[in-house]
């Protein structure tokens, strides 16, 4: 952003001229404002400024300045683009166009536009307005950032070729690098700047940034640490620890961290044009990620295309209310660029497969979801990555290869010990490998609710349990599930589960209940091969006498052949051996 003026120093007998002014009456230089890059102050003055007649101005303040209203006009859009107050900004430099006849003047001006139009998301507008200005480096950084945000991958690469080395053009190179993902290039770049620039404390929070969405969050902390001993009420930098915490241990711990800034949010007016106004969609934005999603809809809607990220949280936010068709609306036109953007990607086309089971385009989202995860997993830079394992073992789980899936999950298993969703796909990967112990123990360590009384979580639980030789714990499973499709598809696993494994005694029990509700003849053969293996196994003293009478009461309610001689071979046993039914 280039000011329309420069503030120049009047001679020292015009400064002498005023010295006798009252005190009271002085004002504060103009510049000491724009040095401390005191905006508000800075166009408080200027507008008092404009507002005095010239042949006023030296009999009612002492002026350390020749700040004319006509330059005073010119500097409050300077100073207003920097407040954040970018329709203000704009609507004066248009102002300033339509009285300016200078086209050199102008061409400048068209480039301060299009920094306007840049700023407030209108790229469109802001190409049109910079091919109006004046050629020079910032002319060509715009063209540089705009190609990145039109996604114009040819312009960019031709644009980066004419960036030169100056100070300027290389931090606009690492702001590249670093929207696109590159944040290695983009700390490589700061950290050559600092080595010169030791006094640019503020590349401090760039980096800290970088090292944040790397994931190395103790290392952004130290290297913000050395920004906030400076700065310690930078909103930017508060924010951003307080992301690290959240990343570190939880939303509450990091909600403390910005106490000092949630004070200012209560004077609502203050916050969007006083000194936090550059941050105050930031922290709305990341309170309601820190709070679990509380006010998403009242929040992320209005920042969608303002703050990258509020798309993706109001993704997952619709996620979690299993709103599927909303995440999918803001997702379809989305081309995914990042890890998490894959991610999302897969996850959304994965549960709208699930929805579609029994049509065609159910197999397309799943391939589309594996792609996805394939392209994150096997990429050179995540593919040693927690993520990209975790994307690689998603993949391998969609595409039943379980012992691909087992090895990738098993290797990151010690980050995410007590985290529910993964030890639930994690033991159910462990049952696909026959690991049935480990399996029962780790869906044992699942703590949420929501997945305890999922019907998937309560079938692999009742399989793993009955291979473990704990059938009736499997059985008590059943007992408190209310009568559906559901519990009749569970009570079908522990009928043909417990009789392969040869525990009769609670597959007869199955097949008794299944063959009341269909009383087909496969029902009824394993019911009976049921009750007949309990009836061997009591005989074999495996199974203990007392159960006899059940199965003989369960035989006494089929009016299937040959029902009777079972149970006359049954009650001769029970006879010989003086067992009294």
């Known amino acids: 952003m280039q000011p329309a003026a420069d503030v120049k120093q009047v001679g020292s007998g015009e400064a002498t001229s005023t010295s006798s002014m009252n005190p009271a009456m002085r004002l504060p230089k103009l510049e000491d404002f724009l040095k401390k890059r005191d905006f508000i102050g800075a166009v408080t003055l200027l507008e008092f400024l404009k507002s005095v007649p010239p ?60 920094c306007c139009y840049f700023f407030m998301g209108m790229y469109t507008e802001a190409q049109g307005a910079v091919q109006k200005g004046k050629p020079c480096d910032l002319h060509t950084r715009l063209l540089f950032h705009l190609a990145h945000k039109l996604n114009d991958d040819d312009k960019l690469l031709e644009l980066h070729e004419k960036l030169d080395d100056n100070l300027e053009n290389q931090l606009s190179l690492a702001s590249v690098h670093y929207l696109r993902g590159d944040f290695q290039n983009s700390i490589d770049i700061y950290k050559r700047v600092l080595i010169t620039n030791r006094e640019y404390l503020a590349l401090n929070v ?84 820190f709070r679990g999603g509380e006010g998403a809809l009242q929040v992320l809607p209005k920042l969608v295309g303002v703050i990258p990220e509020a798309r993706l949280n109001l993704i997952i936010y619709y996620l979690h209310q299993e709103d599927i068709r909303s995440a999918y609306e803001l997702i379809k036109e989305m081309k995914p660029k990042t890890v998490p953007e894959h991610i999302l990607h897969a996850i959304v086309n994965v549960l709208l497969s699930q929805q579609n089971l029994n049509s065609s385009v159910s197999r397309e989202y799943m391939s589309l ?158 019911k009976r091969g049921a009750c007949v293996g309990v009836f061997q196994l009591i005989i074999a003293g495996h199974e203990p006498k007392e159960s006899l009478p059940d199965i003989i009461s369960l035989l006494r309610h089929s009016s299937k052949q040959n029902v009777e001689k079972i149970l006359t071979v049954m009650k001769k046993w029970a006879k010989d051996n003086q067992f009294n039914l």
């Not at 310690?232 to 951003?240: G, K």
């Open 206 to 289: 760039y980096v800290a940034l970088c090292y944040h969405r790397l994931e190395y969050y103790d290392v952004s902390q130290e290297v913000l640490a050395v920004y906030l001993q400076t700065h310690p009420d930078s909103a930017i930098a508060l924010n951003l620890r307080a992301c690290n915490t959240f990343r570190l241990y939880t939303g509450t711990a990091a909600e403390k961290e910005l106490k000092p800034l949630l004070n200012m949010m209560h004077h609502e007016e203050q916050t969007k044009h006083g000194p936090f106004s550059n941050a105050y969609d930031l922290i709305r934005h990341n309170l309601v990620v």
């Open 369 to 526: 979801a594996q792609s996805y995860y394939n392209r994150i997993g096997s990429s050179d830079s995540e593919h040693d990555s927690v993520f990209g394992r975790l994307c690689m073992a998603s993949a391998h789980f969609l595409n039943s290869n379980f012992d691909h899936c087992y090895l990738y999950l098993n290797s990151v298993r010690t980050h995410y010990y007590n985290d529910d969703t993964f030890n639930y796909n994690y033991a159910q990967t462990l049952a696909m490998q026959n690991q049935f112990q480990e399996a029962e123990t780790v869906l044992l360590m699942v703590q949420s609710e929501k997945i305890r009384n999922d019907f998937t979580y309560m079938q692999c639980l009742a399989r793993c349990l009955i291979m473990n030789k704990k059938p009736r714990v499997a059985w008590e499973i059943y007992e408190r599930m209310d009568t559906s499709p559901e519990s009749f598809q569970l009570l079908q696993l522990i009928a043909n589960e417990c009789y392969r494994m040869g525990q009769f005694y609670y597959a007869a029990k199955a097949f008794d209940i299944l063959e009341k509700f269909d009383p087909s003849q496969e029902n009824w053969e394993g």
């Open 55 to 114: 042949d006023h101005r030296h009999q009612t303040v002492e002026s350390t300045t020749t700040t004319s209203p006509v330059i005073a006009s010119r500097l409050i859009p300077y100073c207003s683009f920097h407040l954040g107050d970018y329709q203000r900004a704009l609507m004066d430099y248009l102002t300033q166009l339509s009285g300016n006849s200078d086209e050199d003047s102008a061409r400048t001006t068209w480039l301060n536009v299009a």
